[in-house]
């Protein structure tokens, strides 16, 4: 099975700095546009984000999730693909 880091993303969204309800919010907009199939890559620096809100979210919809701390950077790359 190929890693989402490995594909290159259809968009990324950056929402460093921003707080809950913020990153999940712009996802899941992002995510209602894109088609079957598309990544999106999410740089985020909210833990509750990373653990919780966003994985819920992909569980919920069925769609494919991966996450990489970078810790060099202080925060973490997100991939979802759309199923």
Not at 10 to 31: A, F, N
Not at 56 to 68: P, W
Request: proline fraction near 7%.
């Amino acid at each position: 099975m190929t890693n989402l880091k490995s594909l290159t993303p259809t968009e990324t969204l950056d929402v460093l700095g921003r707080v809950c309800p913020y990153p999940i919010v712009l996802t899941k907009k992002l995510m209602e546009k894109l088609p079957s199939g598309a990544i999106v890559k999410i740089l985020c620096d909210s833990p509750v984000t990373v653990e919780d809100s966003i994985p819920r979210y992909c569980k919920k919809h069925g769609y494919k999730f991966e996450s990489v701390k970078l810790e060099d950077k202080g925060y973490w790359e997100l991939y979802i693909q759309k199923t």
